[in-house]
């Protein structure tokens, strides 16, 4: 609440510069914000008397939004890349696939390898298992796994995320 919003009777003033007025009725307070061509801000309701402060609300709202704007542009969104393989693949596209999921993990995104089954392929899911586990081990150096090799429907995933530093 700002200016002529406050209907206390008595607030607790706090001065431009940050020293303790002490205990006004509002009006005074308000006057006094004039004086210095402030605003009069709420900044405790729930204290007994409420505390108001001396300050440039504009300003105050900028500094706000400028700090928040701040804060999101240093924020990292992870995401989850996704790295599919076949139970009978190839060596050489199997290395490949691990390549891929490496660069994925050293940008620091978490990385979802799965086997896909089709047809007949889901009775040998033994193989699909194999492979992941040799996904694990050639992932080791840079991720960690995070969720372990679970069967899901016609799929076979396991979740990893990358190594802290």
């Known amino acids: 609440m700002i200016n002529e919003e406050i209907r206390d009777k008595e607030v607790r003033l706090i001065g431009p510069d940050g020293a303790q007025l002490g205990v006004v009725s ?9 004086e210095h061509n402030l605003d009069l801000v709420k900044i405790a309701p729930q204290a007994k008397p409420p505390v108001c402060k001396i300050m440039d609300y504009g300003k105050y709202k900028f500094e706000l939004a400028k700090r928040e704007k701040e804060q999101r542009k240093n924020q990292k969104v992870i995401d989850v890349k996704e790295v599919r393989l076949s139970p009978n693949i190839d060596e050489h596209d199997f290395q490949t696939k691990v390549n891929q999921g490496i660069k994925f993990l050293k940008s620091g995104d978490k990385v979802k390898v799965s086997v896909r089954f089709r047809g007949r392929e889901i009775t040998h899911s033994a193989s699909g298992k194999e492979l992941l586990l040799r996904v694990k081990d050639a992932m080791a150096e840079v991720g960690v796994v995070e969720k372990d090799i679970k069967l899901e429907g016609r799929s076979m995933a396991m979740f990893v995320s990358p190594k802290k530093a």
Do not use: P
């Open 26 to 34: 509002s009006k005074e307070a308000l006057s006094m914000a004039d």
